[in-house]
Every structure is written in C-alpha cells, then in structure tokens.
C-alpha cells in the first residue's frame, strides 16, 4: 500500500529521534484515512462485478502501525513501491486470503 512516507524519511527522521519505531511505522489511522477513498471504489467494484480485492495494507498493519520495514530491511523502494523484499512478504501472507477467496465460489 501507498503509505506516504519514503525511506529517506524514516532514514531522516530516524536519526533525528534516534528510533525507527516512530519515524519507519506510520499510524495505521493515518494508513486508512489516506487510503480510505481508493478503498471505498475499489469495495464498490468488487460489489458490482463479484470480484475479490485484497488490501495489501491489512497486511501490513497492525492495529496501531504500518510496517515500513521487517527487521531492518526496508520493504518499500519509494513512498508508493514495495521493493522485492516487500513484494515476497505481501505475496506470502496474500496466499491464504486468496485460498479462501477462490474457496468461496
């Protein structure tokens, strides 16, 4: 998901703080409001056309923080792009929902 905040950020912000916990895990609540909008649309498709959709930042979020990096391995490319790292965890933990999905029909 598209969380809005590039490495250099947390890179920057981190050595300002002195921890990656608050400047690399962005607050879910910010998360869902700035994703809230493509979210609505892409739920409204899914209705219309039966299709499943998985969100890639129910993944990655937890109740209070967004995962920017696993470890100290950075998951995102840019502001918007998972790297390969990032891809392979997302793709991992996207296996079971579309089992379930395709278990559905």
Known sequence: PELGVSKMDCVTRAMSTRTAKEACYPKTSEVNAFLEPSKQILSQVSKRTGSKVIFPDELLCGDLTCALMDGSTYLYRD????????????TNKMSIPLLDAFADK
């Not at 502001?79 to 997302?90: A, C, F, Q």
Request: aromatic share 0%.
């Open 79 to 90: 502001d918007d792009h998972m790297n390969k790292r990032g891809s392979i965890i997302v």
